[in-house]
């Protein structure tokens, strides 16, 4: 079954649209806030443990450009953060092959540490926060998320993507 063609939006469907928005909204912050809270035991901040988080997934790490686009800052705080990632022993800078100008930063054993206790508290978080979600809910919520996503994303993306509808079990509901 394919996605069913909304063409115009009742009052009803506008106020579903704008409560989804505020309540994932609310939802992210909510979640933020209580995992900030959970990983103070780590000493980190939020910019830190993402970094490493970036870092623990990049086997060979990565270009300091590259690690300020994926966390989405400028290079004057990545520098500041890497400073201090880096007099914890948790990163190290090194010039990157072919390339002395460009700085290439790899996760340390510490810093693997770190992002090891932090999946921990994340993972038990997760299970604390949909303990009462179903599988199916779940999935149903990830492919609404997907759609969400792929809508909003820039147009410059969006163009150079392969379009494809959505999944074949999905279906939008019009109440």
């Known amino acids: 079954m394919g996605a069913a063609s909304v063409t115009q939006t009742s009052a009803d469907r506008a106020r579903l649209q704008i409560e989804t928005f505020f309540k994932a909204q609310l939802a992210t912050r909510r979640f933020r806030a209580?995992?900030?809270?959970?990983?103070?035991?780590?000493?980190?901040?939020?910019?830190?443990?993402?970094?490493?988080?970036?870092?623990?997934?990049?086997?060979?790490?990565?270009?300091?450009?590259?690690?300020?686009?994926?966390?989405?800052?400028?290079?004057?705080?990545?520098?500041?953060?890497?400073?201090?990632?880096?007099?914890?022993?948790?990163?190290?800078?090194?010039?990157?092959?072919?390339?002395?100008?460009?700085?290439?930063?790899?996760?340390q054993p510490a810093g693997e540490s770190i992002i090891a206790e932090v999946d921990a508290i994340a993972a038990q978080m997760r299970d604390d926060v949909f303990a009462s979600v179903s599988d199916q809910d779940l999935a149903t919520t990830l492919r609404v998320l997907d759609v969400v996503v792929n809508a909003l994303e820039p147009e410059h993306v969006r163009s150079t993507r392969v379009r494809r509808g959505p999944p074949a079990n999905f279906r939008v509901i019009d109440r």
Do not use: C, N
Request: net charge positive; charged share 30%; no cysteine.
């Open 34 to 107: 209580r995992f900030a809270e959970r990983v103070k035991s780590t000493s980190q901040t939020e910019a830190r443990w993402s970094a490493l988080y970036f870092l623990s997934h990049a086997r060979e790490g990565l270009i300091q450009s590259d690690l300020a686009e994926r966390m989405g800052v400028q290079g004057p705080t990545l520098v500041r953060l890497l400073d201090a990632l880096e007099a914890q022993g948790l990163v190290k800078r090194t010039e990157a092959a072919g390339d002395r100008r460009a700085k290439l930063v790899v996760i």
